[in-house]
Every structure is written in C-alpha cells, then in structure tokens.
Nanobody
Framework: QVQLVESGGGLVQAGGSLRLSCAVS????????MGWFRQAPGKEREFVAD????????GYTDSVKGRSTITRDNAKNTVDLQMNSLKPEDTAVYYC?????????????????WGQGTQVTVSS
C-alpha cells in the first residue's frame, strides 16, 4: 500500500518561509514523479510544483515561481517544497501527490496517490 505523509505546515507571517516535506512508502520512489498541490477554502485544488522521478525536471505554477523550490531525495524517499516570501494568498491545505510515471505535470488526474494534506496559514 502506497502511503504519502506530509509534514511542515503551520502558521507563518507574510514574508516568512516554510518547508513542507512528504515521505513516501510502499512504492519504488525512484520511478515516481511527485507533485505538490493546494486547495484554499471554496476553491478547486490547484497545481503548485512537480518534479520528475530523476529530479531533473521541475515545474512551478506562476504564482510561486521564484519563491518556491521543489526537491527530492531518492535515498530517503522524500520530496520537499521550500516556500519563501509567503503571502496570505498562499494559505491553503497543501497535498503531496505521486504519479506512476517518470513525469507528473500539472494535472491532478495524472497522479495516482495522495497524502492527507497539511495546513499552511499565512497571516498578513
């Protein structure tokens, strides 16, 4: 059974930083593309960032580009999302997702497994 467990969310002031982490078990991590998505109250789930199975290809949504970095450690089966210069509009539940393919992309339908989510709240 594949499990994804997120950690690192919390309350932070605008301009601050957070590092989200996702631990993956039950699957060959080195062949799995990973992504981060978020969902704010009353809004649809949206793509934040993704990283290919090798770590060589990364993508970001425009609103976080330049402020966030996605990385993975295939030895530890983890994927992290470092977020800097946080804004109140970054407030959402952040979900880690795994795709059974080397490249994930921005569409939630391409991901097969999801974590439970971690809350990020940015105060103004």
């Amino acid at each position: 059974q594949v499990q994804l467990v997120e950690s690192g969310g919390g309350l932070v002031q605008a301009g601050g930083s957070l590092r989200l982490s996702c631990a993956v078990s039950g699957r060959s991590f080195s062949s799995t593309a990973m992504g981060w998505f978020r969902q704010a109250p009353g809004k649809e789930r949206e793509f934040v960032a993704d990283i290919s199975s090798s770590g060589g290809v990364r993508g970001y949504t425009d609103s976080v580009k330049g402020r966030s970095t996605i990385t993975r450690d295939n030895a530890k089966n983890t994927v992290d999302l470092q977020m800097n210069s946080l804004k109140p509009e970054d407030t959402a539940v952040y979900y880690c997702a795994a795709a059974s393919r080397p490249f994930g992309g921005s569409s939630p339908e391409r991901y097969d497994y999801w974590g439970q989510g971690t809350q990020v709240t940015v105060s103004s």
